[in-house]
Each structure stands twice: as C-alpha cells, then as structure tokens.
DNA sequence: TTCGTAAATCGCAGCGCTATGATTAGCCCA
DNA sequence: TGGGCTAATCATAGCGCTGCGATTTACGAA
C-alpha cells in the first residue's frame, strides 16, 4: 500500500503532547504543572489532572532527565546489603527519597575501592541527582571524578578525615573507646578485642584502634587484639573465642568487632562453660535483631542505621531544592551504648 | 560584549561527537563500537578507545535511553532489603547485573500491594529493560501495567500462581510440608508451628499451611499453630516459645516461621530449662548467617537466595538479548533441608 | 477607560544519543 | 581486471521532555 517510510521510530503511547492537547493547554503548561504544581492555575490543574488520568499518561524520565541535564536517580553504593548496618540505611534512604519520587540506584563495591571506582563511573553516566558512598576511603580516580562532576556527593558511615562533599555518620574510634571505658568502669582488667575481616572493614579497624588506645592509656588494664580474614559471623566469632581463651586464660573482657560476633562468643561461652557476665563480659557492636534477645542479653553500641539514612536523604532534598545555602558539611549522628546482661 | 542569546543550555563537557572527532570517526561509529563492538574494525576500535579514555569521555545513559525506547536499568522492588534473604537475592542480582552495566533500581513494598504498585508505576516512567517483583500477590492494576508494558517481569521467592511473565523461587507449602516430615521421621507426635506477621507475610503463611496440612495428614500426630502479628525477631521468638509450652505442654516439637524466630525459641529454652533435643526438637527457616553457630546447631530450611539472584539475572540477560526464545517461564530453585542438632 | 504590573501560559530550540537505511570500502574468485 | 558480495561506515531524523525568554491574560489603580 505504502512506500517504506525513510526513518520509523518507535514510541510511547501517550506522551506530555497528548495530555497537552486532551487539556486544551500546551506542552509547556503540561511540563510546568507536572515540576511546579503551584505555578499553574487551578482551572488548568484541573484540566491536566483529568486528562493525565483518562490518557493514564506516564512521564518519561529518561526524556525529562535528558532535558533538563540531571536525573530523578540517586546513586548509592554500599560494600553490601548483605550487611544488616547498611541494608538499614539503603532502606530508610529509598523510603526517605522515594517520597519525593527520587529512585535509588544500588551498587555494591563488596569492600572494594577498585570495584567502586567502576560503579561511580556507571553511576555518573545516569547523571544523577547525588552519589552517595559509603565511607571516606576511595581512590583518587573517584574522588576526582565525583570533585569534577559537581553533583552532591554524600559519604556515610563514617566521620573523620575531609569529606568529599558532604558526610553523615559517627566516629569508630569513639566506639571502641566507649566500649573500652565501659569494660574498665564495669572492673575489667584484661580486655580482649575479636574482630573479623579488619584489612577490608576499614572502619571495624577503627573501632578496634580507639578499643586498644583507650585500654591502654588506663592504669593497670591490658588490651590484646585477635583477628581473622573471614567475613564477621557467629561461627568465626564461636572460633576465635576459643582461640582467645587459650592465648589469654585470664582475659575478664571481651570487645568484639560486632554483634555477630559476639552471638558466636556467647553460645561457645555456653559450650565450654565460661559464664557471662560473672567471669567474662562480652560487649558488641551494631544491636542487631537478636542482641536484646540473647542469653544474656548483649551489652552492645547501637549505631544509627536509619538516622543516618533520613540525614543523608535529608541533605540530599535540600541540595536539590537550593543551590544556596550548601547546607552543613558533616553530620555527627553519635551511637548509643546498651547496657544489658552481658557486661 | 554579546548580545544574550535567545536560547542556552546547559551540556556535558565531552560528547560522543568530541570522541568521533578526534577518532577520525563518525558519531555512529563511535556509537557501535560503545553498543557492539565486534561490528567495528580493529583500527577504527583501536583510535575510539584511544579518544575516550584522552577525553575521559563518559556516556550520557539517559540520551541513549531516550534513543533506544528503553534503559539500561533493572527495577527490583521486594518487601525489604533489611530482611536478609531479599539482601541476599538483591545483592546476587546487582553483581550479575551489573557486570551486563545494567543498573538496579531498587523499591521496597514494605509488604504493601499498594505500595507496590506505587513503585512500580515509578518504575515504568524509566523504560526499565526488567522489573522484578517478589512473590505472586500484585494488584489488579500491577498486573495490568506490566502485561500491558511489554517490559519483561521476573517475579521471585515464590512459585504457584500463574506468574506475569517469568518467575523464580521454590514452592513454600512445600517447606512447611518438608519441615513436618523431618519432625514427624524424627519421632516427633505432637508438632507446633510458630509464626509472626503471617497476615502481612504471604510466604510465611504457606510455609504454615504446608505444615498443618502434611502434620495432620500424618496418623498419630496433632500439629496446632501459634502466631504473632509483629515482625519475625527473636524476641517474638522467646515469647511465643513460653507463651506455646504454657498452652501445649506436651509439645515435642516446633517448626518456626524463620530461623530468627528459632533463635529465639533456642534462647527462651535455654532460660527455662527445655533441652534441645532431647525434649522438644526444633526447625527453622532461612539458614541466616547464625544458625549453623547455635547452642544447639538449628535444623533448618534453606533457601536459595543466592541463586534466585543469578537465575533471574539469567532469564533478564537471555530475554534482553533475544526476542526469540521466550526462555522457559519458570524456575523451581528448590530449597534444602539442612539437619542439625536440634532437632 | 487606560495603563502598569504580576501571574499564567506558550513557542522554540535543543539535550546526546540510537535505529535505520544508504553508501562506501574491502576482498575473493572467475 | 571486474563483478558480486560482505563488512564497515556514515547521514539522517528524531526520542519526549525542559529551560528560557517571550507573550498573553488578569486585574486593580489612576
């Protein structure tokens, strides 16, 4: 019937010039109302609000966001959400931007800088309206990048050395030392410090460095580190309890470098008949789902999982809404010290 | 010095043009190579590399998904990343994924269909090469999108219902019925399941379901339920392990809705002095990241997190490639039965 | 009634890339 | 040496939307 046309494309069913002419308005009109309700009339509102919903008209953001240079998308790159800490925070985050139809993207670096250099470099071909990482350690290939790029940088989990842009989390140092202190106010001597995966968990590092120093700046207390490669679960954390115990017969007080650890420190005590608190405390990190549950009760610091992901989300907003005040740099959100049975 | 111009935008720094140019190349060219590379000659390959990495150029993903009708971006929306074995598949799936440079997006339902299909009318306005879903349960309006949408669907963790598109995940009345087999060959007569949130979790339900079924089909043995309407922790685990032995005393064996719960129940043991196994066996679900490191060791299900990550990864890559073979619709993963010491 | 001003609305010119079909280069064999 | 083919490359025409400035409308004051 026809000549092949020269170019055919393929197409969205109804775009913004559908509603547009359903409305009786023009395109423009239709785009305005769509970012800037309050900047068209109520008569016209009405008229594009009814016409969106007969044509069930869907945006199209990669359109949108082609045209106006940025994106609906923030990228966040955690090592992995296999971590309770961080799937807590990537959680809040995308119930926090969401709200304001942001879409979170999701990359894990698995404690990788190199890996996570490649996701900043995916990340920013989406333009996107923030990145966010999580910790301060990074190349320098990411750090120029993301310097370069002018979009919001937020760093979390994590307090210490210049951010890139913005940051929002705690000081690990502090946490090992409040751990620290807590054992020596409690009567502890000879503190010991299990930790898993310390080279790649830069910050459980952190925490075990601040344990040791504040341990061993107090008259008459000892400190002693164990470690292994593996990643922190119940099971290494059964192991090295053992191995402790064999190093340090005496040891009064065990620090672990989180909570899974200190489950598996618990049910080996209860195997080998070591009781807790009267002959050992035990103290974690993180208050995860069964800390409070335990047998006993495990003493623990709590971080801020969710309030670091409302922060960051909220600094986020207000970035996007005003170039002007370019908000406060770094949020210290602190962490909390339980007291239960164990300690 | 200049007049204003009627019109100026703003731009990225290095363009496709700026590689082709200084390739000695056209625009298209340099396109293909970026798309398929094996269709543009050695030399041409050769002098584009050179120019993109001189320039640093990166691509503009929401111009090219505006070109192609479709992004490279996957939406994976589950209930809540801060349950571990959707952690798990979401990691799973981004690692796959991502090394295709396929984006995730992710959405959390918080168990709503309502919520859900928020996420997924969000999802639709970035022409998404996927969407994945978790379990069967969708709104009337969800289904109607997505089948109208043309996008390919996964749907996951669960299988029975016919799916949207394609699905991946095991049968959970099938965990429950395996769970009361194992107690039953155990020489267990009076069986319990406990449960929580089974209103809000579907799967829970039918793991329970299967359960009851199988106990009660089986002469010689009652099986009764006791649920909870709060989130699956081990707190709820302790207390409805009392609150269960309180009403069935004769009880000799539980199944739990998920090892959390589990973990609980071996705690609440432990404190009132039931001795696992000898009176009372226990089985789990989820083989989280503990439950091999108990005081017993749990019996319990796992499932395959991990591989209904890859399989969906798998059934997106084949679909996006070809139109061809519309891949076989559904996978049984299978689940394994890993018996411990408790029960 | 007319004008000035603010509030609404509109028209234009792309954003940077890809799909398509057309054109050119490369190469084997007769 | 030329024909016939395949492999490479290219030019074109948008994809659907937004930012900008221009234009129109609304409305009270003079």
Redesign the interface.
Known sequence: MEATKRHR????SVTMMDVAERAQVSPSTVSLYLRKPDAVSATASRAIAEAIDALKY??????G??AA?S?R?VS?IVP???N?FF??T??TM??EL?RE?L??????S?YSEREEEN?V??A????PAAIVLTGLSHTATTRRLLKESSVPVVELWELGREPIDMAVGFYHEQVGSTAATHLVQRGRKQLLYIGARLQEDRRAALRADGFLRTARETDGVTAEIIEHPAPA???I??MLLAEAIKKYPDADAIACSND?IA??VI?EC??IGISIPERLSVIGFGDL??S????PALTTIRPPGDLIGTEAARLILERIRSFEHPAPQVIDTRFTLLQRQSS
Chains 1, 2 share one sequence.
């Not at 869907?58 to 359109?63: G, S, T």
């Not at 920013?124 to 333009?127: A, D, R, T």
């Not at 409070?292 to 047998?295: E, L, Q, T, V």
Request: aromatic share 6%; charged share 15%; net charge positive.
């Open positions: 494309r393929k197409m969205q869907v945006p199209n953001l990669m359109a966001g082609l240079a994106s998308a966040v992995s959400v296999r309770a799937a807590e990537v959680a995308q119930a969401g139809r879409q979170v993207m999701l990359g894990h698995e996701l470099k995916m920013l071909s989406w333009k679960s119940a099971a954390g059964a899974h489950l598996g049910f209860q195997r789902s069964f409070g549950a335990c047998n």
